[in-house]
T-cell receptor
Framework: DGGITQSPKYLFRKEGQNVTLSCEQN?????MYWYRQDPGQGLRLIYY???????QKGDIAEGYSVSREKKESFPLTVTSAQKNPTAFYLC????????????FGPGTRLTVT | GESVGLHLPTLSVQEGDNSIINCAYS??????FIWYKQESGKGPQFIID?????DKRQGQRVTVLLNKTVKHLSLQIAATQPGDSAVYFC???????????FGTGTKLQVIP
């Protein structure tokens, strides 16, 4: 089955620890995205990547980092510099870019205490 | 700074009735618009999209209407079913820009 997977579904961390969220797609999509969703709000773009070894900051990149070493993978690291990291994180991919349908993963709910 | 979380606008519809979900978009230069459906605890799913050279597009049980004059987008769901209960987001993009801007969403509750 083609799709986009995120792991784990739930993640708990102590304040001050870095944590990496996994995102993998087997859709052969060029573009990949990371969004953050807070309760009752829309999605806010953290980082995006149009091609391997290239990525750009979105609206709320501070305290986050990404890598795109393989087309299939776009991991997100939430660093200790992120002041309010508890949120629902969504990864997405699309064929070529933002004017094409984005396919979303199931999300990772991160809780930092 | 970050905005405070808001209560989502909610639309309650009787099963079998038609639903209309509205969205005001922000950028008059946007030329691509998408509707997504998000069920609780899951990632959004694509429903339908429309480009600015059209004012109406139909899918299976869904229709999207675009009014560029007033920057308004609507999603019509025919014969609403309990499985349609979810949060619906509109999103917009301007050609040449990588960012897709999402609205805050509307919660659709279907009453059996």
């Amino acid at each position: 089955d083609g799709g986009i997977t995120q792991s784990p579904k739930y993640l708990f961390r102590k304040e001050g620890q870095n944590v990496t969220l996994s995102c993998e797609q087997n859709l052969n999509h060029d573009a990949m995205y990371w969004y953050r969703q807070d309760p009752g709000q829309g999605l806010r773009l953290i980082y995006y990547s149009q091609i391997v070894n290239d990525f750009q900051k979105g609206d709320i990149a501070e305290g986050y980092s990404v890598s795109r070493e393989k087309k299939e993978s776009f991991p997100l690291t939430v660093t200790s510099a992120q002041k309010n990291p508890t949120a629902f994180y969504l990864c997405a991919s699309s064929t070529k870019g933002p004017q094409y349908e984005q396919y979303f993963g199931p999300g990772t709910r991160l809780t930092v205490t | 700074g970050e905005s405070v979380g808001l209560h989502l606008p909610t639309l309650s519809v009787q099963e079998g009735d038609n639903s209309i979900i509205n969205c005001a978009y922000s950028n008059s230069a946007s030329d691509y618009f998408i509707w997504y459906k998000q069920e609780s605890g899951k990632g959004p799913q694509f429903i339908i999209d429309i480009r600015s050279n059209m004012d109406k597009r139909q899918g299976q049980r869904v229709t999207v209407l675009l009014n560029k004059t007033v920057k308004h987008l609507s999603l019509q769901i025919a014969a609403t079913q309990p499985g349609d209960s979810a949060v619906y987001f509109c999103a917009e993009n301007m050609r040449g820009y990588q960012k897709v801007t999402f609205g805050t969403g509307t919660k659709l509750q279907v009453i059996p």
